[in-house]
T-cell receptor, first 113, second 116 residues
Framework: AQSVTQPDIHITVSEGASLELRCNYS??????LFWYVQSPGQGLQLLLK??????LVQGIKGFEAEFKRSQSSFNLRKPSVHWSDAAEYFC???????????FGAGTRLAVHP | GAVVSQHPSWVICKSGTSVKIECRSL??????MFWYRQFPKQSLMLMAT?????????EQGVEKDKFLINHASLTLSTLTVTSAHPEDSSFYIC????????????FGEGSRLTVL
C-alpha cells in the first residue's frame, strides 16, 4: 500500500536560514509526488510537483524539491526562509497524477525573527 | 489559480442532527471533486471521490449512508453528515479537479464541524 512519511512534526528555523523538510514514500511504481502548503484559514496550495523528467523540480515561493528514487524521498528545500513561510507543509503521493492523493501527516514550520 | 470555496467554514450542531457542507468551484468547471477529512495534527484522509452526475466512490471504511455526497453540477458538490455525533467532529476539506491537461487539484479552505 502507498504511504507517505514526514518524520518531522514540527520544525523551527530562524528567518533567513535554510530549510529542508523531509518526505519519504512507499509506492510500487513511479510515483507522482507533490508538496502542498496550508496556511490558517486557507486551502492547500500546490508548491510543486514531480511527474517525470528532471529530478530537481522548482516550485513557487522559492521552493524546490529533489526526487531520489534510491532513497524513496522527495525532500523540500528553500535556501532562505521568510517569516511568511510559517505554515503546515504536506507531502503527497498520487496513484495517477492528482487522483486519490495520499498525504503525509504534515510538518508545521515556525519561523523565528 | 482557480478558486474553490467551501461553506460554511465553521459549524456547530447538536448530536443527531444533519449538517450540509458545500464545495463550489468559482471560476472553472470541476468534473471531479474529492472530499477529505483531517483530524487535529493528522493528515488529510480521502473520504470519497465525487464525479458530476454519478454516484460518489467511497474509500474503504467510510460509511456512505453517514456521509452523503452529491455532485449535481459541474460547480457544486455537497457533503451531508447525517445524524452527526461528537466523533464526526473534524475538519472537512474538498478539492476540485478542473478540466484541461494538468488536472491540477484546487483545495477549498475547509469546514470545521463541531458536534456537541
Amino acid at each position: 500500500a502507498q504511504s507517505v512519511t514526514q518524520p518531522d512534526i514540527h520544525i523551527t528555523v530562524s528567518e533567513g536560514a535554510s530549510l529542508e523538510l523531509r518526505c519519504n514514500y512507499s509506492y510500487g511504481a513511479t510515483p507522482y509526488l507533490f508538496w502542498y502548503v496550508q496556511s490558517p484559514g486557507q486551502g492547500l496550495q500546490l508548491l510543486l510537483k514531480y511527474f517525470s523528467g528532471d529530478t530537481l523540480v522548482q516550485g513557487i515561493k522559492g521552493f524546490e524539491a529533489e526526487f531520489k528514487r534510491s532513497q524513496s524521498s522527495f525532500n523540500l528545500r528553500k535556501p532562505s526562509v521568510h517569516w511568511s513561510d510559517a505554515a503546515e507543509y504536506f507531502c503527497a503521493v498520487g496513484e495517477s497524477g492528482y487522483n486519490k492523493l495520499i498525504f503525509g501527516a504534515g510538518t508545521r514550520l515556525a519561523v523565528h525573527p | 489559480g482557480a478558486v474553490v470555496s467551501q461553506h460554511p467554514s465553521w459549524v456547530i450542531c447538536k448530536s443527531g442532527t444533519s449538517v450540509k457542507i458545500e464545495c463550489r468551484s468559482l471560476d472553472f468547471q470541476a468534473t471531479t471533486m474529492f472530499w477529505y477529512r483531517q483530524f487535529p495534527k493528522q493528515s488529510l484522509m480521502l473520504m470519497a471521490t465525487s464525479n458530476e452526475g454519478s454516484k460518489a466512490t467511497y474509500e474503504q471504511g467510510v460509511e456512505k449512508d453517514k456521509f452523503l455526497i452529491n455532485h449535481a453540477s459541474l460547480t457544486l458538490s455537497t457533503l451531508t453528515v447525517t445524524s452527526a455525533h461528537p466523533e464526526d467532529s473534524s475538519f472537512y476539506i474538498c478539492s476540485a479537479s478542473g478540466t484541461g491537461d494538468t488536472g491540477e487539484l484546487f483545495f477549498g479552505e475547509g469546514s470545521r464541524l463541531t458536534v456537541l
